[in-house]
T-cell receptor, first 111, second 116 residues
Framework: LAKTTQPISMDSYEGQEVNITCSHN???????ITWYQQFPSQGPRFIIQ???TKVTNEVASLFIPADRKSSTLSLPRVSLSDTAVYYC????????????FGRGTSLIVHP | GAVVSQHPSWVICKSGTSVKIECRSL??????MFWYRQFPKQSLMLMAT?????????EQGVEKDKFLINHASLTLSTLTVTSAHPEDSSFYIC????????????FGEGSRLTVL
């Protein structure tokens, strides 16, 4: 399983763009990168998933360099409600995938 | 999106009693579900992988006789904490992987267990 490393915490202000980087140096060829968001006392929820280059949806963008050894979750114009813990997971999408969580990044958005 | 529901969302029990937590996939079938435990300010720790129709696969250090997992149907997995003790107090979260999807996990709301 590819191990992931993220900053433990980040601070930002409302309206700013936030970029959270995840390192996964031993990512395998079949592995995808998936980001989840978790609010206190709730289960995580899916944000975005990608394999290479750039993926964008209505809430975030995911940038993946050519070597795929890292990825960056980009949250445009954050608001207070984006204060949460963000996790990146790396693994294949097959039946053998066992999703394990790293420490995640605690993002605090200030007024 | 797909919905996974957990019940109860919170439970308080006396030490020595058993508590059952249900995890249901409401609008899709899930042959595989995962159970996690999360302590305050910590990440999710995988406890076991629940496979429909077969025995669960437990992670190292997780007592299978204490945390009984049953995945009797394609939409229901249960976690029973047997003879609960205060140190079992935690936030338990289940997730389900929908067949044929992108590998995206759908998580339940979590169940807060407090053992007195």
């Amino acid at each position: 399983l590819a191990k992931t490393t993220q900053p433990i915490s980040m601070d930002s202000y409302e309206g700013q763009e936030v970029n959270i980087t995840c390192s996964h140096n031993n990512i395998a060829t079949n592995d995808y990168i998936t980001w989840y968001q978790q609010f206190p006392s709730q289960g995580p929820r899916f944000i975005i998933q990608g394999y290479k280059t750039k993926v964008t949806n209505e809430v975030a963008s995911l940038f993946i360099p050519a070597d795929r050894k890292s990825s960056t979750l980009s949250l445009p114009r954050v608001s207070l409600s984006d204060t949460a813990v963000y996790y990146c997971l790396v693994g294949d999408r097959g039946g053998s995938y066992i999703p394990t969580f790293g420490r995640g990044t605690s993002l605090i958005v200030h007024p | 999106g797909a919905v996974v529901s957990q019940h109860p969302s919170w439970v308080i029990c006396k030490s020595g009693t058993s508590v059952k937590i249900e995890c249901r996939s409401l609008d899709f079938q899930a042959t595989t579900m995962f159970w996690y435990r999360q302590f305050p300010k910590q990440s999710l720790m995988l406890m076991a992988t629940s496979n429909e129709g077969s025995k669960a696969t437990y992670e190292q250090g997780v007592e299978k006789d204490k945390f009984l997992i049953n995945h009797a149907s394609l939409t229901l997995s249960t976690l029973t904490v047997t003879s609960a003790h205060p140190e079992d107090s935690s936030f338990y979260i289940c997730s389900a992987k929908r067949e044929g999807n992108t590998g995206e996990l759908f998580f339940g709301e979590g169940s807060r267990l407090t053992v007195l």
